[in-house]
């Protein structure tokens, strides 16, 4: 049994599995399907595809009928970084036309900890080991 992280966009799973790849290091798309001209998805939007994260699978996928929900930071992703430059860089590139829900601080339970919502509504929380 493997429990992994499904997320779930609106026409922009690609341009996020784009950003999350070139963020965290030692990522990869494993595989990406998209839809074409028999959808039920728009033409080129993902249909279903598998990334790596540092190791870690998530699913994505492009969903063809508008929700009235999207991403909560009640759900967040916790990434561990082994230094304070790993913080740092995953805060900058994160956050970058998204929001900050906590700022980049030293934090009684964390000595180097944000928690940010990317630019497509996913929330992180970013602190060191």
Same mark, same amino acid.
């Given at each position: 049994?493997?429990?992994?992280?499904?997320?779930?966009?609106?026409?922009?799973?690609?341009?996020? $599995? #784009?950003? @999350?790849?070139?963020?965290? =290091?030692?990522? %990869?798309?494993?595989? $990406? #399907?998209? @839809?074409?001209?028999?959808? =039920?998805?728009? %033409?080129?939007?993902?249909?279903?595809?598998?990334?790596?994260?540092?190791?870690?699978?998530?699913?994505?996928?492009?969903?063809?009928?508008?929700?009235?929900?999207?991403?909560?930071?009640?759900?967040?992703?916790?990434?561990?970084?082994?230094?304070?430059?790993?913080?740092?860089?995953?805060?900058?590139?994160?956050?970058?036309?998204?929001?900050?829900?906590?700022?980049?601080?030293?934090?009684?339970?964390?000595?180097?900890?944000?928690?940010?919502?990317?630019?497509?509504?996913?929330?992180?929380?970013?602190?060191?080991?």
């Amino acid at each position: 049994m493997q429990i992994t992280p499904f997320l779930m966009f609106v026409g922009e799973a690609k341009a996020a $599995i #784009d950003l @999350y790849v070139r963020a965290i =290091p030692n990522s %990869r798309i494993v595989s $990406i #399907d998209y @839809y074409g001209d028999e959808g =039920p998805g728009a %033409r080129g939007t993902v249909q279903h595809a598998v990334i790596e994260l540092n190791g870690q699978q998530v699913r994505c996928i492009d969903s063809p009928p508008v929700h009235d929900f999207t991403f909560t930071p009640s759900m967040s992703l916790f990434i561990d970084c082994d230094t304070d430059e790993q913080v740092d860089t995953l805060y900058q590139t994160l956050s970058e036309e998204g929001g900050v829900l906590m700022p980049l601080d030293q934090y009684p339970f964390n000595r180097r900890y944000a928690w940010v919502q990317d630019r497509f509504g996913v929330s992180w929380q970013i602190g060191v080991k």
